[in-house]
């Protein structure tokens, strides 16, 4: 049964740093695609990253791209997330979510991924 367990979220001032993991478990396929997604308060659900274990290639959203890294430790199955120079618009609920992918490559695009963690709440403020 594969699972996905996010941790590292919080509350941090603006301008502060986070780390998000996301702990896969219950499979043993050697291809997929992790990605991070997120959702505030009377908004959509939104792709931040993600990253492939065939060719670890990567996306970001362009609100996080030069602040949010993505990477991944494959032998733990755990994926990372550091969020640097945090922006009080990045407040929301993280989520993981996995798919079982033979390609490379990963998609920012929700309704593609099959598994999904609990979430994680983030809160940037002062």
């Known amino acids: 049964q594969v699972q996905l367990v996010e941790s590292g979220g919080g509350l941090v001032q603006p301008g502060g740093s986070l780390r998000l993991s996301c702990a896969a478990s219950?499979?043993?396929?050697?291809?997929?695609?992790i990605g991070w997604f997120r959702q505030a308060p009377g908004k959509e659900r939104e792709g931040v990253s993600c990253?492939?274990?065939?060719?670890?290639?990567?996306y970001y959203a362009d609100s996080v791209k030069g602040r949010f890294t993505i990477s991944t430790d494959n032998a733990k199955i755990t994926v990372y997330l550091q969020m640097n120079s945090l922006k009080p618009e990045d407040t929301a609920v993280y989520y993981c979510?996995?798919?079982?992918?033979?390609?490379?490559?990963?998609?920012?695009?929700?309704?593609?991924?099959?598994?999904w963690g609990q979430g994680t709440q983030v809160t940037v403020s002062s």
């Open positions: 979510a996995l798919v079982f992918r033979y390609g490379s490559g990963c998609s920012r695009e929700s309704n593609e991924y099959d598994y």
């Open positions: 219950g499979f043993t396929l050697q291809y997929y695609a």
């Open positions: 990253i492939s274990s065939r060719d670890g290639s990567t």
